[in-house]
């Protein structure tokens, strides 16, 4: 429930600004307002959204993403910095969690597509980067980002039809 809310807050702070992020320190900021502080996962969204949204070629609110959640992960944090990246939102019917959950040895299963083109995206985050990534809490805001947006092999990525 707590991060249903979470969704709801970032899309009204979405609707009210252009919520366009594009330095290290923006994207903290808007992250920490939407999603309460900038922990380990958002950036790790962001990562994905902004990937999505250069591969699809899409202008802001032309993706769809649904999202599914691993075991692992208590809530599906990763889902508000792909939401912010991507604008999409739970509001406009762009941004959806599934029920399903993810497939085991995944830590979250990320669907992206573009309204216009069709074409679509599969984000995958396998469990082994749980550790890892909890380990970057340890580190300030601006050290989670640079290590979510340098990490080698964080993501697979595999085009759907």
Known sequence: MLCIRHILLAFALLAASAARAET???????????HGAFG????????????????????????????????KPPCPCIVDGVMIATQASPGQGTLQVAPE????GMMAVILIKNRK?????????????????????KTDPPARYDAAMSAEGLFGVESIK
């Open 24 to 34: 290290r320190e923006e994207w903290i900021a808007l992250g920490a307002r939407v």
């Open 40 to 71: 380990p996962f958002i950036p790790v969204g962001i990562r994905i959204g902004l990937d999505a949204k250069e591969k699809l070629h899409a202008d802001p609110r032309e993706l769809t993403v649904t999202y599914y959640n691993g075991t």
């Open 101 to 104: 959950k993810a497939p085991d």
């Open 117 to 137: 083109s069709g074409e679509a995206l599969r984000y995958t985050i396998s469990d082994e980067w749980l550790p890892k990534i909890l380990a970057w809490i």
